[in-house]
């Protein structure tokens, strides 16, 4: 059982930047892969980036590539994205979540999630 807690999310203006926390508990955090995904008003959600459970491998979708970074630490049970060069289109929910498959793109992949904290982004 892991249970995740997303912390970091706020309003921030238009090329400014944010970092998102996300803490684990639970002994096996480090037995996961880690992903974040971001849920618009009216909109699914989807993947933004993930890690597997060492960091050794990351994935991000093309919309965040040169912008985004997730990273890792095992030894706080923690995952992190660090958001840069924002947009108000990514203005959303992000979510962190964890999986034990080894396909980091499908959200019915993640087994537990996070509550969600919010992204704001201002033009």
């Known amino acids: 059982q892991v249970q995740l807690v997303e912390s970091g999310g706020g309003l921030v203006q238009a090329g400014g930047s944010l970092r998102l926390s996300c803490a684990a508990s639970?002994?096996?955090?480090?037995?996961?892969?880690m992903g974040w995904f971001c849920q618009a008003p009216g909109k699914e959600r989807e993947f933004v980036a993930a890690?597997?459970?060492?960091?050794?491998?990351?994935y991000y979708a093309d919309s965040v590539k040169g912008r985004f970074t997730i990273s890792r630490d095992n030894a706080k049970n923690t995952v992190y994205l660090q958001m840069n060069s924002l947009k108000p289109e990514d203005t959303a929910v992000y979510y962190c979540?964890?999986?034990?498959?080894?396909?980091?793109?499908?959200?019915?992949?993640?087994?537990?999630w996070g509550q969600g904290t919010q992204v704001t982004v201002s033009s």
């Open positions: 979540a964890a999986t034990g498959d080894s396909e980091y793109f499908t959200i019915e992949n993640y087994d537990y």
């Open positions: 639970g002994r096996t955090f480090s037995s996961y892969a």
């Open positions: 890690i597997s459970w060492n960091g050794g491998r990351t």
